[in-house]
T-cell receptor, first 112, second 114 residues
Framework: GDSVTQMEGPVTLSEEAFLTINCTYTATGYPSLFWYVQYPGEGLQLLLKATKADDKGSNKGFEATYRKETTSFHLEKGSVQVSDSAVYFCAAKSNTGNQFYFGTGTSLTVIP | EAGVAQSPRYKIIEKRQSVAFWCNPISGHATLYWYQQILGQGPKLLIQFQNNGVVDDSQLPKDRFSAERLKGVDSTLKIQPAKLEDSAVYLC????????????FGSGTRLTVV
């Protein structure tokens, strides 16, 4: 079945450091791919999305590129801020239905 | 546009008691999901509704969990009787239709079973 695997955390970075959180997926066909962010005590919020190979999703300085050849959708940000501290979830949606699959989440802490 | 509303935000109960959670999705959204998120893990689908019909409840522990969406709008999730391992955040989401479907989540209900 479809699934998503993302790098385990926690990740601790200094402010202005470069961030990469790895995500790979297993799916038939071309799933839609997403990154969600969860701040403490809140629900998940959509951060960015991509629907086909080589699409780049971007939002709030975060980027992720849909790589069909490596079945990956790694999240990157060039300069993190303290306010980026949160848990990040990679997710995929099959193109044959409305099932969404989530990774286990990666906790990010940015220190001043 | 109003988001997905959930209540209560927090609930503490003793094991073997019953509890119910409520969700009101974004207006007009036909597909509604309940997820269970155990601390340190990703959301796990419990049940998916399309209007008032169940699409997928394969991972719902039906001996103790039940859910309904009678009028195709708001939904309730019930646990009876609760076990210690049910301690988790219960998230409700509705699917935002469009060229790229995605999920909009509520803030969740944090359940602690003692």
């Amino acid at each position: 079945g479809d699934s998503v695997t993302q790098m385990e955390g926690p990740v601790t970075l200094s402010e202005e450091a470069f961030l990469t959180i790895n995500c790979t997926y297993t799916a038939t066909g071309y799933p839609s791919l997403f990154w969600y962010v969860q701040y403490p005590g809140e629900g998940l919020q959509l951060l960015l999305k991509a629907t086909k190979a080589d699409d780049k999703g971007s939002n709030k300085g975060f980027e992720a590129t849909y790589r069909k050849e490596t079945t990956s959708f790694h999240l990157e940000k060039g300069s993190v801020q303290v306010s980026d501290s949160a848990v990040y979830f990679c997710a995929a949606k099959s193109n044959t239905g409305n099932q969404f699959y989530f990774g286990t989440g990666t906790s990010l802490t940015v220190i001043p | 546009e109003a988001g997905v509303a959930q209540s209560p935000r927090y609930k503490i109960i003793e094991k073997r008691q019953s509890v119910a959670f409520w969700c009101n999705p974004i207006s007009g959204h036909a597909t509604l999901y309940w997820y269970q998120q155990i601390l340190g893990q990703g959301p796990k689908l419990l049940i998916q509704f399309q209007n008032n019909g169940v699409v997928d409840d394969s991972q719902l522990p039906k001996d103790r969990f039940s859910a309904e969406r009678l009028k195709g709008v708001d939904s309730t999730l019930k646990i009876q009787p609760a076990k210690l391992e049910d301690s988790a955040v219960y998230l409700c989401a509705s699917r935002v239709p469009g060229q790229v479907n995605y999920l909009a989540f509520g803030s969740g209900t944090r359940l602690t079973v003692v």
